[in-house]
């Protein structure tokens, strides 16, 4: 049997894969989070073998969290959904030790194929993700600029290019208003921009925001 938590901070989405999982003879869900410190509270009294992983969650976010997993509790796998597509937050995941990354949108056709196969040690990963992983870690071929960003970096250019000002983001991420203020001429260097209107034109060029 493989036991299983789902963290996701919507419960229409939480019902939603539970209800696909729970029709598998092998799987079964023990326990659901809507947030990083109630997965953590669950985890002290289950043992699960792999965690379904919503990427975007409020206050402490999938990233964080996971960092947060992988310490505490490397035996578990992780298996990331994110309704971003894979070269947002894809890489990064798995550079983290997340299992695999599942968008979404194809979870009704994918989601026990991708929980069987990290259950057994493999990684769920597309072919496009496999390619943009190697370029990554080998530097062939061209790598944007973003991905030399921190995954901290990276989730505060996320939240600049969508418009948000820095108090809005220090509350999204529990940051304080001067580690994201110091972060921000940090981005623009590293991303060669200016401001705000080239980093928003860099986004949406590069299909970092919808």
Known sequence: MINLIIADDHAIVRSGLARILKAEKDMTVLAEA?????LLSKLRTTQ??????DISMPGRDGLETLKDLKHLYPE??????????????????????????????LA?????????????????????????IVRSFTHEGHVPLHEKLSDREFQIFNLLASGKDTKDIAMELSLSLTTVANSRPNIFRKLNLKSNVELASYALRHNLID
């Open 76 to 105: 578990i796998k992780v298996l990331v959904l994110s309704m971003h597509p894979e070269n947002r937050y894809a890489v990064r995941t798995i550079k983290l030790g997340a299992a695999g990354y599942l968008a979404k949108e």
């Open 108 to 132: 009704a056709d994918e989601l026990v194929k991708a929980i069987r196969l990290v259950n057994t040690g493999g990684k769920y990963i597309t072919s496009t993700l496999a390619d943009q």
């Open 34 to 38: 809507d947030c990083h410190g109630q």
């Open 48 to 53: 699960a073998d792999v965690i379904l992983l």
